[in-house]
């Protein structure tokens, strides 16, 4: 193999995989990547069983072949080379050589048959949405993600596309994030209904950051594929029965709150600082045209502030975990959102005052 690659370009494409590689692992070819050089593109591929990147850039590319290399050392040479274009070639016993400028690396590598086979996608099925979209509906559905390993299937965020729409939900038991788009999708009736692991989200959500153009899902065989314009990312799914979400939704019958999203963060924000390290409730106190909020922490002391609001409903007073609510904040796009509080026991509902297809169920705190 013989590529001659720009600098810049494969710096920002070894970053794309360095997420799914595992230094520690049983497998030394797990702390590899792959890189295949083929036509007029490079070729690097990453994976540690359960997610897998590829992704690739254009090349000099003036001999076809194929090898891997530590992904972290050669991650950690591209990032100090000049500003320059990068040579790679393979030698005698899979070594591979690099060059750049006035330096020159030599790093032991591994035969590309060793490197696990990454699985085959068929073409033209799945179903096709912008990448804008979907890196929002990540991001408004992955605070909500659990890290509770003893209930595997709330370690990841349930994906359901429906004839026209794509649903992505999320919950850890004390919250739950909902967010819908409309989709064109290539098969009739209702699709897949999988749930994505959350590191398979966070990569993903990382890969998205610079594309502009559209992702095709495509369901595999207890997998699910997305594919971006020039890279892929192919998960296993997590096996099991997402909760019915649809059981735990309040419904928004009756006045809501609306308040401006900033003022609510930063009224939340300030309260929640005698918080301390307890898992001490900020009380909200729900008045026609106003709204209090409230902390106290016996070992510090307390915080109180007022806002204005828009709501006519009778006087309610909750509490709530000021960090489930600041997450919801924080992903959302709206100047506004509105609050549909019933009582301090049952399950509250928060969306953005203008919709945008998502919506937050907060359960409160006893006060």
């Given amino acids: 193999m013989h590529a001659q690659v720009s600098r810049t370009a494969f710096l920002s494409t070894l970053g794309q995989v360095q997420g799914v590689i595992e230094a520690k692992r049983t497998l030394p070819v797990l702390s590899h990547l792959l890189l295949e050089a083929r036509g007029e593109t490079l070729s690097l591929s990453g994976t540690d069983l359960d997610v897998s990147i590829q992704t690739s850039l254009a090349g000099d590319i003036k001999v076809e072949g194929a090898v891997a290399v530590s992904g972290k050392k050669l991650y950690e040479i591209v990032r100090e080379l000049p500003e320059a274009p990068v ?124 594309e502009s153009g559209d992702v095709r899902l495509v369901p595999l065989d207890h997998q699910m594929a997305f594919l971006l ?56 106190e729900l008045k026609p045209g106003r709204l209090q909020l409230s902390c106290t922490n016996a070992d510090v002391g307390d915080a109180r502030e007022e806002l204005v609001m828009e709501y006519r409903g009778p006087e309610t007073t909750v509490g709530f975990n000021a960090r489930y609510l600041l997450d919801f904040l924080g992903v959302v796009e709206d100047s506004e959102i509105v609050m549909h509080i019933h009582d301090p026991l049952s399950p509250a509902l928060f969306e953005p005052q203008k919709g945008e297809g998502f919506s937050c169920v907060i359960m409160p705190m006893r006060i």
């Fill in 229 to 284: 314009s020039n890279s892929r990312l192919i998960t296993r799914l997590i096996e099991g029965q997402f909760p019915n979400y649809q059981q735990v939704l309040p419904s928004p019958k009756g006045p809501g709150a609306v308040i401006r999203r900033e003022d609510l963060s930063g009224a939340l924000r300030r309260t929640s600082t005698v918080a301390g390290d307890r898992a001490t409730p900020t009380v909200l």
């Fill in 87 to 210: 040579d790679l070639r393979t030698g005698d016993g899979n070594h591979v050589e690099i060059l750049c400028a006035k330096s020159s690396f030599r790093l032991k590598g591994i035969g590309a048959e060793e490197f696990p086979a990454l699985s085959k996608i068929p073409e033209g099925l799945g179903t096709t949405l912008g990448a804008d979209t979907l890196r929002g509906m990540i991001a408004k559905t992955l605070f909500a993600v659990s890290s509770d390993q003893t209930r595997p299937t709330l370690t990841g965020a349930l994906l359901q596309v429906t004839e026209g729409h794509l649903w992505m939900v999320a919950t850890d038991g004390h919250r739950l994030s909902l967010v819908k788009t409309s989709i064109e999708s290539t098969t009739k009736g209702d699709g897949p209904e999988v749930i994505i692991p959350r590191k398979a989200l966070t990569e993903l959500g990382k890969m998205l950051k610079d």
